[in-house]
C-alpha cells in the first residue's frame, strides 16, 4: 500500500495556512523535524518559537502567544504533548480556552515505529478528549491531515491533532475533504454490524468489511476522525439501525473512540460495543505490521470479533 | 486618585489599603493566602500606581497594554484589591471572592476577570506564559512589555528553567521577572523544604539581568523596576519580602500562608492596616 508522511502533511497544512493568516506561529520543543519543517522554519523564521527540549515550557508559552492574539501551533510526540505537558494543556490552555492547536506523532503504537512504548501516544485521545472545551481530531491519511490542519485553524479554541509516523498508508482519494464533525461512511453491504474507527487502521478495517461482506454479514464501516464533540447525531441511526457494533482503534480501549462510543450508546441506543485496540496493556517495539498482528488490529481478529459478536 | 503623582507616603498608603481590602475579603470567605499576599503587596501596588504599568481599566483588553502575569497565583485576592482599587473591578464585587457564581475565582482566571492577562496558579506555568507573551509581542512589533511576578518556593517547578532558557535565548527585553523572594512556601522555610536556593547565581548562569532589591521600600521596588525595564534582555528583579508582612503576627509566622483570622486577630489587623486614607 502506498504510505505517505501524515507529518510532513502538517508542514504542507502550515504553508496553506501562511497564505492567508500571517498570525500564525509554530512552536517548537525541538519537534519541528518531527513535521519535517526545515523549509518552514527558513521561510517564516519569525513565525517559529523554538524552546529546545522542554514541552511544559513550550506549551505554557503557546498559552501566552495565543493570548496576545496569534495562533500558535505546538508540534510534539503524542505522548509528550498529551501527558508530560497535560497540566499546561489543561491549565494554561483549555481552561482559559485559548487559542491553541496542538499536534501530537505517533499516536498510537503502530506509528510509533520500533521506538517502543515511550513513544507511543496510547492513551493521549483519552486524555485530551477528558479535558473540557478540547476538540480531538484523528485523521487517517496523510491528505486528511493537510485538510484537518486548516480545518483546525478555523476553530477559535484548543484542538488537538493526532498524526502518524510518516509512513502512513495512504486511503482516501486526494479530493475527499476533512470535516470536523462530519463522520465518514466507507464500506456498506448492510446494517446487521456497524465498525467505528480512526487513524491508521482503517486499511484493516476495509479489509476485514470486505471479508465480512463475502460471508453474507451486512456490515458498514464508518471513520469518526472528530472525536470529540462525537457527532451523535450521525452516529446514532448506525447504532439504531445495527445488532452490534465493533470500535477498530490504535490506542487503549480505555479512553478512546471505543469509550466514547460506550457512552453514546449507553445513553442513547444500548447496542453491545465490542473494542479492538490495545487491551489496557502497553506494546512494545516492531513494524507496524508486527505489533498490529501481535495485538490483535488484523482484518482477522476483526472479523472473529465480528462474527462473535452477531451469534 | 486620577491624575495625582503618587508620591511614596501614597503608594504605602495604597499598599496599607489594599492590605486591608485583603483581610476583609478573606475574612468575609474565611479562606485565602494572606502571607503570600502580603509579601507581594508593595510590588503589586508599585506596579499599578506607581507609574509602572500602561493599563486601561476601560479597556482591559486592550491590545497595547502591558501585561501583567501573577504566577504565583494563591496571592491573587491582593491583585484583585489592586484592579479593584484601579477601577478594573466594580468595589462591591470584593465579597464575592471564591463564592459561587463569582469573577474572582480562587485562583486568577483571564477568561472571567477584567484586568487579569493569564490563568494562572498552578506554580511555574505562569512564568512560562509570560515568556511566550513577550515573544509574541516582539514579533508583533509591539512596545508592550510583560511583567510576571513569581513565589520564591515556585522556582522548585522545572518549568520554570525551561522558560528561562527561552527567554535568554530569544533576548526579550520586553519581559520583567520579579521574584518575591519572602523564603517560605507551604511546608515552611525553603531552605528546609527544598534546600540550596542561590538565586542569584542561578540566573546570572541564565544570563537574565539580575537585581536585588527590598521588596518593601517603594523607592527600591521603583527604581528596580525602572533598571529592569531599561535593560537591554530579560531582568529579573530579586525582591527580599516578609511573608505575612503588614500585620505583625503575621509576619514570618507560616501559619499565615494559608490561615483565616479569628475575630480577634482580625480587629488586630484592621487595627493595624487603619491608616489608610486616599
Known amino acids: 500500500m502506498r504510505t505517505e508522511s501524515t507529518r510532513r502533511a502538517v508542514t504542507e497544512g502550515l504553508y496553506d495556512i501562511m497564505e492567508k493568516d500571517k498570525s500564525l506561529v509554530l512552536v517548537s520543543s525541538d519537534s519541528t523535524l518531527i513535521i519535517k519543517a526545515k523549509d518552514f522554519m527558513e521561510d517564516f523564521p519569525d513565525h517559529v518559537m523554538e524552546l529546545g527540549i522542554s514541552e511544559q515550557a513550550a506549551m505554557a508559552a503557546a498559552a501566552g502567544i495565543a493570548s496576545t492574539g496569534m495562533k500558535p501551533v505546538y508540534v510534539s510526540y503524542a505522548v509528550f504533548a498529551s501527558q508530560r505537558a497535560c497540566e499546561q494543556f489543561r491549565n494554561a490552555v483549555a481552561y482559559p480556552g485559548l487559542n491553541v492547536k496542538v499536534v501530537g506523532a505517533n499516536g498510537g503504537m503502530g506509528s510509533g515505529e520500533r521506538e517502543g512504548v515511550t513513544h507511543q501516544g496510547l492513551e493521549d485521545i483519552g486524555i485530551m478528549r477528558a479535558i473540557p472545551g478540547t476538540t480531538v481530531l484523528s485523521p487517517s491519511d496523510a491528505g486528511q491531515v493537510r485538510k484537518a490542519v486548516s480545518a483546525m485553524m478555523g476553530i477559535d479554541g484548543p484542538v488537538y491533532l493526532r498524526i502518524g509516523s510518516g509512513k502512513d498508508p495512504v486511503f482516501w482519494e486526494e479530493d475527499t475533504p476533512f470535516e470536523i464533525g462530519k463522520p465518514k461512511e466507507f464500506f456498506r453491504s448492510g446494517e446487521d454490524l456497524v465498525i467505528f474507527t480512526h487513524g491508521f487502521v482503517l486499511p484493516a478495517v476495509r479489509e476485514a468489511c470486505e471479508k465480512l461482506a463475502a460471508s453474507g454479514v451486512g456490515v458498514c464501516a464508518v471513520e469518526v476522525g472528530t472525536i470529540k464533540p462525537l457527532n451523535e447525531k450521525a452516529l446514532k441511526p448506525y447504532l439504531e439501525n445495527c445488532r452490534a457494533s465493533l470500535v477498530v482503534e490504535d490506542h487503549n480501549v480505555i479512553g478512546g473512540l471505543g469509550s466514547a462510543v460506550c457512552e453514546m450508546s449507553a445513553a442513547l441506543c444500548p447496542r453491545p460495543v465490542i473494542r479492538i485496540g490495545l487491551q489496557d496493556r502497553f506494546s512494545e517495539s516492531g513494524t507496524p505490521e508486527e505489533l498490529f498482528a501481535k495485538y490483535g488490529i488484523t482484518p482477522e481478529n476483526i472479523v472473529n470479533k465480528a462474527q462473535e459478536a452477531l451469534k | ?278
Open chain 2, 1 to 278: 486618585m486620577k491624575g495625582k503623582k503618587w508620591e511614596k507616603q501614597d503608594l504605602e498608603d495604597m499598599a496599607r489599603l489594599l492590605r486591608k481590602d485583603v483581610l476583609e475579603m478573606i475574612m468575609n470567605v474565611s479562606d485565602g493566602h494572606p502571607g503570600a499576599a502580603y509579601s507581594s503587596a508593595d510590588i503589586i501596588t508599585a506596579l499599578y500606581f506607581g507609574g509602572i504599568l500602561t493599563v486601561d481599566p476601560e479597556r482591559p483588553d486592550w491590545e497595547d497594554r502591558d501585561r501583567f502575569v501573577l504566577s504565583k497565583g494563591h496571592a491573587c485576592p491582593l491583585l484583585y484589591a489592586a484592579l479593584m482599587r484601579k477601577g478594573f473591578i466594580p468595589e462591591e464585587e470584593r465579597f464575592t471572592l471564591r463564592k459561587i457564581n463569582s469573577r474572582l475565582q480562587g485562583h486568577p482566571d483571564m477568561a472571567k476577570t477584567p484586568g487579569i492577562d493569564a490563568t494562572t496558579g498552578p506554580l511555574g506555568n505562569g512564568l512560562a506564559m509570560a515568556v511566550g507573551m513577550a515573544w509574541a509581542l516582539k514579533q508583533q512589533k509591539k512596545d508592550s512589555r510583560v511583567f510576571v511576578l513569581t513565589g520564591d518556593g515556585e522556582l522548585q517547578e522545572g518549568v520554570v528553567w525551561e522558560a528561562l532558557q527561552a527567554a535568554a535565548k530569544y533576548r526579550l527585553n520586553n519581559l520583567v521577572i520579579i521574584v518575591d523572594n519572602n523564603r517560605r512556601q507551604s511546608g515552611g522555610l525553603i531552605d528546609e523544604v527544598s534546600g540550596i536556593m542561590s538565586l542569584r547565581e542561578k540566573f546570572q548562569a541564565f544570563r537574565l539581568e539580575t537585581k536585588e532589591i527590598d521588596g518593601h521600600d517603594f523607592d527600591d521596588i521603583l527604581g528596580g523596576l525602572d533598571w529592569a525595564v531599561a535593560c537591554n534582555g530579560p531582568a529579573l528583579l530579586i525582591a527580599h519580602t516578609v511573608k505575612g508582612k503588614g500585620i505583625d503576627f503575621m509576619e514570618e509566622d507560616n501559619s499565615w500562608h494559608k490561615r483565616v483570622p479569628t475575630a480577634e486577630e482580625y480587629a488586630s489587623g484592621l487595627a493595624q492596616l487603619g491608616g489608610a486614607v486616599l
